[in-house]
């Protein structure tokens, strides 16, 4: 089993920026093998991928956010982060810290992002 914990979402001018973190806890076995993500959801809208990030460190974006936003990741303190530049008001959004292996995943309980223009 894995938990992730979400923190770092809040009211930011357009412009601006945030850094998501997202802590994992549990099996450390299962957390290090595991790639993890980033997903957001807007009102009104499906659920979409941000960023993710596997388990060698190889990083993938959306490209809405290419250029704008960074992840990372510390295996020694099994944290993933986001790091959102120049935000959008079309970036807000409630967003979801993911982790999967195989056919195992695991979503945090999201943290709200609101860009005002």
């Known amino acids: 089993q894995v938990q992730l914990v979400e923190s770092g979402g809040g009211l930011v001018q357009a412009g601006g920026s945030l850094r998501l973190s997202c802590a994992a806890s549990?099996?450390?076995?299962?957390?290090?093998?595991?790639?993890m993500g980033w997903y957001r959801q807007a009102p009104g809208k499906q659920r979409e991928l941000v960023a993710a990030i596997s388990r060698t460190g190889r990083s993938d974006f959306a490209d809405a956010v290419k250029g704008r936003f960074t992840i990372s990741r510390d295996k020694e303190k099994n944290t993933v982060s986001l790091q959102m530049n120049n935000l959008l008001p079309e970036d807000t959004a409630v967003y979801y810290c993911?982790?999967?292996?195989?056919?195992?995943?695991?979503w945090g309980q999201g943290t709200q992002v609101t860009v005002s223009s």
């Open positions: 993911h982790s999967n292996r195989g056919n195992q995943y695991y």
């Open positions: 549990g099996n450390p076995f299962l957390i290090n093998i595991m790639d």
